[in-house]
C-alpha cells in the first residue's frame, strides 16, 4: 500500500485562484481541500488536519491573519506549515508572516511553480 497522500489546505475568497492553485497540486500527487474564508478553514483543519495551508491575508467573515492566530493551536499539535499569499505590499504584512512559526509569505500574483516548490520542499 503507497504513503497517505499529504493535504493541502487552499483558503482563499477567489474562486480562481483556488481553482488554479488546486489543480496544480493535484497534478503533483496532493490531496487538496479549499475553504473560502478563514471560519470554514479553521473547522477544515481541525477536522481534516493537513500538511500545509494556504491562506490569503484579505477575506470576508474571518481574513488569514486572525486565521493564524485562531489556528496556533492546532498548527502547535500537528506540525503544518502556513503560506500567506496577498497582494498587499505592505511591509508590515510580511513582517508579521515571517514572525510566526514555520510560516512563509508569498505575494500575489505568485507562481503556482514557486508555491509547489515550497511545499515540495516542506512535504518531501
Known amino acids: 500500500m503507497g504513503a497517505e497522500k499529504k493535504k493541502v489546505l487552499i483558503v482563499d475568497d477567489e474562486p480562481y485562484v483556488i481553482r488554479v492553485v488546486k489543480l496544480k497540486l493535484a497534478?503533483?500527487?496532493y490531496e487538496v481541500i479549499t475553504a473560502s474564508n478563514g471560519l470554514e478553514a479553521l473547522q477544515k483543519i481541525e477536522a481534516m488536519r493537513p500538511d500545509v495551508v494556504i491562506s490569503d491575508v484579505n477575506m470576508p467573515?474571518?481574513?488569514g491573519k486572525e486565521l493564524c492566530l485562531r489556528a496556533i493551536p492546532f498548527k502547535?499539535?500537528?506540525?503544518?506549515?502556513t503560506i500567506v499569499i496577498t497582494s498587499s505590499v505592505d511591509k508590515a504584512d510580511r513582517d508579521w508572516a515571517q514572525s510566526l512559526d514555520k510560516t512563509v509569505f508569498l505575494e500575489k500574483p505568485f507562481s503556482p511553480k514557486e508555491l509547489l516548490k515550497i511545499i515540495d520542499q516542506y512535504c518531501g
Open 76 to 81: 502547535q499539535e500537528q506540525g503544518f506549515l
Open 27 to 29: 497534478n503533483a500527487g
Open 61 to 63: 467573515k474571518l481574513g
